[in-house]
């Protein structure tokens, strides 16, 4: 029988796009409150690690998308969750600083049009693959001279989340208001032209991902997409039925 490969743990996470215009994204910025220092002030798609007492529910990546994109998205701004980081070893629990407050007070109509977008995109996701991202500890080290972080690699299950115009609109003006719908990171509205105008990178290896994507969608200026030196990231097929064919096929360190 094949060797097991060895990862770290699971994500699952979502490319959140304009269906009309697949160069717009919406996504987030790891802020400065992050305690990886390589992942500072870098994109990274919404979504998370199945790993926890809320993850046992999981049956699927997918479903960890959908859990993590329902707590994430929410004009509440409790103290960052830094429990997945301390459970997967890549951070203590007091690391962390407290995520942004949004710019304005949320209504009843903010927060039904938000819960609006949450249950289309957990409804619309389309599978775009499984990646093996490879963080090695050259590049942790490289940002920061007192890294005592080991490399790691994540299997992400990668979904496509296409918003129609509507949508996109509701979405768009939200984040024009509030500035930020995250309670972990800083969510922007951003394009292909302005990641690679301003040179801004994007982290956990995701970089390779959504350079894959565009180019999927023949932006051929997707080649100058801004990418983080020394990550990997290694393509793993399409998104498996569970749970338990992934522990059947990979060695899974930390998990629920």
Request: charged share 25%; aromatic share 8%.
């Amino acid at each position: 029988m094949a060797k097991k490969i060895h990862v770290l743990n699971i994500a699952g996470v979502g490319i959140i796009y304009r269906a009309s215009n697949p160069r717009e994204l919406f996504i987030e910025v790891k802020d400065d409150g992050h305690p990886i220092k390589l992942v500072r002030r870098q994109l990274c798609f919404i979504g998370g690690n199945w790993i926890g007492e809320t993850a046992k529910g999981d049956r699927k990546p997918l479903d960890t998308f959908r859990r993590e994109l329902g707590e994430e998205l929410s004009f509440d701004r409790p103290i960052r969750n830094s429990v997945e980081l301390a459970l997967l070893g890549l951070a203590n629990i007091k690391e962390f600083a407290p995520t942004p407050n949004p710019s304005a007070e949320a209504t009843e109509q903010d927060i039904a049009d938000l819960n609006d977008l949450k249950r289309v995109m957990t409804n619309s996701a389309i599978p775009f693959g499984d990646f093996l991202n490879t963080i090695p500890k050259a590049a942790l080290d490289s940002a920061d001279s007192e890294n005592k972080r080991d490399g790691f690699t994540t299997l992400a299950s990668y979904w496509e989340i296409p918003l129609g115009e509507s949508d996109w609109a509701k979405l768009t003006s939200l984040q024009r208001v509030f500035n930020n719908l995250s309670n972990e990171s800083i969510t922007v509205v951003t394009s292909l032209e302005e990641i690679i105008r301003t040179g801004t990178k994007t982290a956990f290896g995701h970089d390779r991902v959504l350079q894959r994507f565009f180019l999927s969608r023949g932006f051929r200026d997707a080649e100058f997409l801004p990418l983080v030196p020394d990550l990997e990231s290694v393509e793993a097929g399409m998104p498996l039925p569970t749970y338990q064919d992934y522990l059947e096929r990979y060695d899974v360190a930390r998990h629920p």
